[in-house]
């Protein structure tokens, strides 16, 4: 077995999603084809890439975490991280671990990332999925599953 930051590489190829919540899949079917790519990153040390794609898994969790925890209320015009973490907080929607967790990633994470000039060195990718896959967790852990139909977009083959 190769191993990358002691994860094995031919799961990091093939079945990236395995590194977040096993009910990514279903509770939030479309962030399934960034996380395949996060492990994808990883293992071809691309951690830019990879810091990306976590950060898409981040931000289309935490889209349908607002639809939950708001009740469907309008979500944010502006779609930032740091923009709903605000919002949950102003209105006490959800939990304030996950807003809180939400403003430390945006601020020091996810913001900095957006700039051209910012290339996260090897490992810093493994750093910011560890943060990630926290607050991820936190929210899904509230979230319901999405009922399977035959319109629903259905996880990357592993």
Known sequence: ???????????LIDDGKKLFPATLALRAPEAIRDAMEVGKAIAFELPTAAGFHIFRVVEAVLKKYW?????????????TIGTYASALEDNKF??????ESLKQLGKLHRNPLIHPEVILDVGEEIEILGISRSVIGAMLKVMPDIPTTTTTALPAAS
């Open 1 to 11: 077995m190769i191993e990358k930051e002691g994860y094995d590489v031919n799961l």
């Open 67 to 79: 639809d939950h925890v708001s009740g469907g209320t309008d979500r944010p015009k502006l779609e």
């Open 94 to 99: 959800g939990d304030a671990k996950v807003w």
